[in-house]
């Protein structure tokens, strides 16, 4: 691959990740018309800002994971092992920013006082987290996994694409996502969906918050859940846009070849090489442009509908 383009996949998401982190960290923090409403008990203010202040955290250290990654990598590694860094540096980066989301959760203020009441409503990762989000996440990871497979599957050393025109003549082509580079993009997106299931899992067990209302302790759950699983799908779609990119340019390269001077090309290797590269740039910016647009929209909507239901099984507990 072209050392332009090579660089290109590496800087583009780096300059993404630092416009999509400003701009959440702006707009998911904002208060909802709600909020500048209503007068919160103290233990909602405080809980409010300790989920704030953990969301602009762990944001930072996603940041800070995609630099220090993309700056240690011509030092801790060489040739085809700084190819598997690049391709890791998304998982790795969200694995900070879920391991500070997690820390967020079981450093969660507690109940104190000798009165406190709180809504006594079990809660789980189905009532809490926005369903269409989590299942998109979910979709990143499957459609990543199914392209690593079939890549590994496609490559005979796992490091390069090759294919042969006659009994005289073959081309190869790499890097490309064989098991080489797959089976460790397969383990860190592993990773990173279960850390995300249990920073949910979490996020659900959490104590209530005291004198509030359990529609307002479910709209901040299911507001934490969002920021969570934002997070999570996009260092996903990129690490899937990563590997789409690499692909379809092996492909492609692949796909021609000159002989005695003689150009000759491969209809459906240079077609499936162009798709996956339109599919790759696809999801490099579907990824930031679902965090914007689930920052723009009330965080509270997708908790409306649960709420009514907790609202007629729950009431404040005095302990």
């Known amino acids: 691959m072209p050392v332009a383009v090579l660089a290109l996949l590496v800087l583009l998401p780096l300059a993404l990740a ?7 960290i702006a707009l998911a923090h904002r208060p909802s018309g709600r909020e500048q409403l209503a007068t919160p008990s103290s233990a909602l203010a405080a809980a409010r800002r300790h989920a704030g202040g953990i969301d602009a955290l762990a944001w930072v250290g996603l940041v800070a994971a995609l630099v220090v990654i993309q700056a240690l990598t011509p030092s801790l590694t060489s040739g085809l092992g700084t190819g598997v860094l690049i391709g890791l540096t998304p998982t790795l980066a969200g694995a900070t920013f879920l391991a500070v989301q997690s820390v967020g959760e079981l450093t969660w203020p507690r109940p104190s006082g000798s009165v406190r009441r709180a809504p006594l409503t079990p809660r789980t990762v189905r009532t ?4 269409g989000l989590r299942r998109l996440t979910w979709a990143w990871a499957g459609g990543l996994a199914l392209v690593l497979v079939a890549c590994g599957v496609a490559s005979g050393n796992g490091r390069d694409i090759e294919r042969v025109w006659d009994a005289s003549s073959s081309s190869a082509a790499g890097p490309f996502p064989g098991w080489f580079f797959g089976a460790p993009l ?7 969906v279960v850390a995300t299931e249990i920073v949910l899992r979490l996020v659900a067990r959490r104590p209530a918050v005291v004198d509030t209302a359990p529609a307002d302790d479910l709209a901040l759950r299911t507001l934490s859940s969002l920021r969570v699983l934002r997070g999570a799908q996009l260092v996903l779609a990129w690490t899937l846009a990563g590997v789409l990119l690499v692909a379809g340019s092996a492909l492609r390269s692949v796909g021609t070849i000159e002989v005695d001077g003689v150009a000759r090309a491969s209809v459906g290797l240079v077609a499936g090489g162009t798709t996956l590269l339109l599919l790759g740039v696809a999801v490099a910016v579907a990824g930031p442009v679902t965090i914007l647009l689930t920052a723009i929209a009330a ?3 997708g908790a409306t509908a649960a709420a009514r239901v907790l609202n007629a099984t729950s009431g404040p507990v005095v302990s």
């Open 18 to 24: 630092v416009v999509v982190a400003l701009v959440v």
């Open 299 to 301: 965080p509270a909507r």
């Open 128 to 131: 809490i987290a926005p369903v």
């Open 186 to 192: 397969l383990a860190a997106t592993a990773v990173v």
